[in-house]
């Protein structure tokens, strides 16, 4: 596949009167047609996921009337932490976005609680996709789902996180099997540990999932995720350790969030295997005459029975010229374990993707 894309997105947001506001955004994207976009019809390519739509990206009211709060509601980007569950996977030409409503209150000391209810996941694909029977290509995720996150920065020292995700989603997404209903509560800390002239970013991260509402499946599982590195001002290198935990039928899923950016960048695992995943990665980031240069290293196996999947490494560099242009570039290489089963790891196939993009933002 060779996709050749671009995409432009205007918006206007207004002044506040009285605490009202509001925000509407539109986004266009033009395609060549060398590609599977899961709309264009080519399945002869590989997929990109980047379809030539137009859309309505953001559409909503605000309220900050109240104090400390910042109510929001209509289609909007929601993004929660690091985007571990909860993102608006900005990798992609179309974002995610969400229907319903939002809160942010800063009202205790360093403390901001956000909550959420929302109605509906407006999905990468675009509401031009349709279903082909997998639920993949639905680009609408329609739900009743709650959302809780507290994060609280008054130690100093580190950044203490709690939350909590109700996915219930309506049977014309849970229909075909991606989109079961889960709840997930769980608890993050992350900090930079000074020595000398050096930091030590660290951080460990748990939660808990199991089944919700209507969910046909009894489960629990677990995620977990460590994280330990050293800052050296003109490099950062990190190690970790990331557990998206199986019982073997049933496997932890984080389908809202920006999935681009964990588990590498070939995308092999968008969809967690039934046997759960375990990813042992390192990274490397620098910066040469203004260009940011890194290297990932990623180490993928199974959870249950802890079979090989295979290998990854993905290489960026990344230059802003001024405020309003950047450009990057980006390469992926994923290559499957000799003996990985592909009924347990349909995506599991060598692959390789290069990217070349740029921007302009005013």
Known sequence: ANASTLRLRLGYETAEYMGFGGMVQIEHISANDAYNSRVNGRTN??????????ELNQAYLSYSGAPQTKLKFGRQLI??????????VDWRQNHQTYDGLSA?????????ISAAFL?????????????????????????????????????????LVGYGYFLDYDPSARAFGLANSTKTLGGKIKGNAPV????????????HQSDYKDNPNNYNVHYTRLEGGIDINVAQFKLGYELLSSNGKQSLSTPLATLFAFNG?????????????????????????????????HDFK???????????????ATKAINKTYSVGSRYARFRADNAVDNVNCAACIDTNKFWVYGSMNF
């Not at 390519?45 to 137009?54: E, G, L, M, R």
């Not at 639905?138 to 959302?147: A, Q, T």
């Not at 000398?196 to 939660?207: I, Q």
């Not at 199974?302 to 079979?307: I, L, S, T, Y």
Request: glycine share 10%.
């Open 119 to 159: 109605t509906n996941v407006n999905r990468v694909f675009s509401d031009a996709s349709i279903d082909n029977g997998t639920g993949a290509l639905l680009g609408n995720h329609h739900m009743r789902s709650p959302l809780f996150n507290v994060n609280y920065k008054g130690l100093g020292f580190a950044e």
């Open 265 to 297: 960048w070939a995308d092999v695992f968008l969809v967690t295997p039934k046997n759960g995943l375990r990813d042992v990665y390192v990274s490397a980031r620098t910066t040469v005459a203004g260009v940011v240069l890194g290297a990932d290293y």
């Open 196 to 207: 000398g002239d050096y930091k030590l970013p660290y951080l460990a991260e748990y939660a």
């Open 104 to 112: 942010v209150n800063k009202s205790l000391p360093d403390t901001t």
């Open 45 to 54: 390519y590989s997929v990109v996921a980047d379809a030539n739509v137009t």
């Open 302 to 316: 199974a959870d249950h029975g802890g079979n090989k999947y295979g290998t990854e490494y993905d290489l960026i």
């Open 79 to 88: 993004r929660y932490d690091d985007d571990r569950w909860i993102g608006n």
